[in-house]
């Protein structure tokens, strides 16, 4: 069992910056993927960004040129900095974490943290 605890929204104006972290219980070796995804009210959760363990990382197009993914390995997080803030990146952001076991995957979440930007 992987627990993840998101950190590091709030609210800011447009084209400000926020940086989110999600601590792993686990050492984050161990996860393949680990990645942000976010959810406003009445839609599907949408993937926002994923740096697997070895290998490219992958942004929503909606995000490329504005947000970074970053996996720090010493201190068992994955980061995600926002820059040029939009009001429509307003949502809650969930990090999530793929763990292979044999031939399957575990996927597990965070509890969300809410982003919102306004001014």
């Known amino acids: 069992q992987v627990q993840l605890v998101e950190s590091g929204g709030g609210l800011v104006q447009p084209g400000g910056s926020l940086r989110l972290s999600c601590a792993a219980s686990t050492n984050i070796f161990r996860l393949n993927v680990m990645a942000w995804y976010r959810q406003t009210p009445g839609k599907q959760r949408e993937l926002v960004a994923a740096a697997p363990r070895t290998g490219s990382r992958i942004y929503a197009s909606s995000v490329e040129g504005r947000f970074t993914i970053s996996r720090d390995p010493a201190k068992n997080t994955v980061d995600l900095q926002m820059n040029s803030l939009k009001p429509e990146d307003t949502a809650v952001y969930y990090c999530?974490?793929?763990?292979?076991?044999?031939?399957?995957?575990?996927?597990?979440w965070g509890q969300g943290t809410q982003v919102t930007v306004s001014s």
């Open positions: 999530k974490a793929e763990a292979a076991v044999g031939t399957t995957t575990d996927n597990y």
